[in-house]
């Protein structure tokens, strides 16, 4: 199996701040992965696609990018509706394998 | 607008049985491929089933293949979760979820989630 290993596990910016969460894969996934927003109690949102193309209605501010098996998530101008725990998902291979989150708070 | 709505969650005791469902709306379900993910409490996302849109191909994670069956009814636009033999270790919040047209596991709608707890 995959694995995705996201990091930071937690944390904490300010109002404008911009923020990168990373995730690792154990080996190569190309550009199958997603990134996914979710607030307490909610299900989770897409963001990001193919690492870096945004989903429908997904604000600018959010931004994906991808160098080897490394992939990004970059939010700029931190706002508090922002604060949620961030998830990656690969789909290059089954099993699906998520990253295990970044909390964010603001 | 799409719409993906969970139902059937509920308690059950360990070695039970129970069956989620998750009724589609706004799209055209048998060409898109569903998907089951779960979290268990205060945990991450756990991908737990695939099912293509013509319901010929399943792929299920190892922690409940054997235990669990996905299917689904194009004419009702209903997908399912059949769970048996279950365990403690299966209490969580049950998402369906809808993969994108374009690849296979490229979520891009998810439904409001259903509780499941297991528990004697």
């Known amino acids: 199996d995959i694995q995705m290993t996201q990091s930071p596990s937690s944390l904490s910016a300010s109002v404008g701040d911009r923020v990168t969460i990373t995730c690792r894969a154990s080996?190569?996934?190309?550009?199958?992965l997603a990134w996914f927003q979710q607030k307490p109690g909610k299900a989770p949102r897409s963001l990001i696609y193919l690492a870096s193309s945004l989903q429908s209605g997904v604000p600018s501010k959010f931004s994906g990018s991808r160098s080897g098996t490394d992939f990004t998530l970059t939010i700029s101008s931190l706002q508090p509706e922002d604060s949620a725990t961030y998830y990656c998902?690969?789909?290059?291979?089954?099993?699906?394998?998520f990253g295990g989150g970044t909390k964010v708070e603001i | 607008e799409v719409q993906l709505v969970g139902s059937g969650g509920g308690f059950v005791q360990p070695g039970g049985s129970l069956r989620l469902s998750c009724a589609a709306s706004?799209?055209?379900?048998?060409?898109?491929?569903m998907n089951w993910v779960r979290q268990a409490p205060g945990k991450g996302l756990e991908w737990v089933s695939t099912i293509s849109g013509s319901a010929h191909i399943t792929y299920y994670a190892a922690s409940v293949k054997g235990r669990f069956t996905i299917s689904r009814d194009n004419s009702k636009n209903t997908l399912w979760l059949q769970m048996d033999s279950l365990r403690v270790e299966d209490t969580a919040v049950y998402y369906c979820?809808?993969?994108?047209?374009?690849?296979?596991?490229?979520?891009?709608?998810w439904g409001q989630g259903s509780l499941v707890t297991v528990s004697s």
């Open positions: 706004g799209f055209t379900f048998s060409s898109y491929a």
């Open positions: 080996q190569g996934i190309t550009n199958y």
């Open positions: 998902l690969q789909y290059n291979t089954y099993p699906l394998t």
């Open positions: 979820a809808r993969d994108s047209a374009n690849y296979w596991g490229e979520i891009d709608y």
